[in-house]
């Protein structure tokens, strides 16, 4: 009877130990990992403050998503050549020099640009109701017409260049809450700018899966902290005081959204 007790109390911790193992093998990739991150405004950390001398124009923050997991994770290297304003052209141009065969992780939110997300706003803002409708449909004709061979574009070269690195695609969120009494743009302007986000990060899903990478959703954990929500914003309203920062996650929003749904996606 001891032996089996014995016997069974070995099997026990050699499970848990496994499951320990197991466990313990994301953290030991990630700090091995060589980690660049790309993209755009939402990824160099563009209303989140605290921007890096280097970074200039490009508005590089420490409390941007791929800064933040460099913090907490510590890959063995970190590289952000993330850009404010970037296209996937810019990317494809300018950023994927970044990547080697060496590199381990790559992170990348692209694609807003491509579809004129800061016009689009500025127009709905300025003209009303009518003329930001049109702009969201022009926007979403483009989409659906371009977007996808745009993107598919970036993630060839990335592949191209870092053929053994987990690639995860990063989204975008949701502007509004809807159904709320909410100052400024009408409901009809606020749903159909949503409607044109949610086709953007539907292309991206689609194309990133199709490139075998993986895509990080951030739109639901925004939820509770959009504009016209009644929670903590977690994105900046229209600043005519510094019109760049308007419509990008605030630090809150890189910490509470963008870090967590990356390092899950990221493993």
């Known amino acids: 009877m001891r032996r089996s007790r014995l016997t069974t109390l070995a099997l026990s911790v050699a499970t848990s130990l496994g499951a320990m193992l197991a466990f313990a093998v994301p953290a030991q990739a990630a700090a091995t990992d060589r980690y ?18 280097e970074s200039g124009s490009c508005q590089r ?47 990348v939110t692209i694609g807003g640009n491509d579809v004129g997300f800061s016009s689009i706003m500025t127009t709905c803002v300025l003209q009303g109701e009518t003329q930001c409708v049109a702009a969201v449909q022009a926007a979403e004709d483009k989409a659906r017409a371009q977007l996808s061979g745009l993107l598919a574009n970036v993630y060839n070269g990335i592949r191209t260049r870092a053929p053994s690195a987990r690639v995860v695609v990063v ?59 009644y929670g903590t914003k977690w994105l900046h309203a229209l600043n ?21 749904v990356f390092r899950n996606a990221a493993g």
């Open 240 to 260: 005519y005081l510094n019109i760049g920062i308007s419509y990008h996650p605030t630090a809150a929003g890189q910490s509470g959204g963008y870090y967590p």
């Open 171 to 229: 989204g975008y969120p949701v502007f509004y809450q809807l159904g709320t009494l909410c100052a400024g743009l009408s409901a009809t302007s606020r749903a159909k700018i949503n409607e044109g986000i949610n086709l953007v990060d539907d292309i991206t899903r689609s194309a990133a899966g199709s490139a075998g990478f993986t895509f990080a959703d951030v739109r639901s954990i925004f939820v509770g902290h959009q504009l016209c929500s």
């Open 61 to 107: 923050s420490t409390n941007a998503y791929p800064a933040l997991y460099n913090a907490n994770i510590h890959p063995a290297s970190y590289r952000s050549v993330a850009c404010s304003g970037a296209t996937t052209t810019d990317v494809v141009n300018n950023q994927l020099s970044a990547l080697s065969s060496t590199t381990t992780l790559v992170s």
């Open 36 to 53: 660049v991150a790309l993209g755009d405004s939402y990824a160099s950390g563009v209303g989140a403050d605290s921007y890096t001398a």
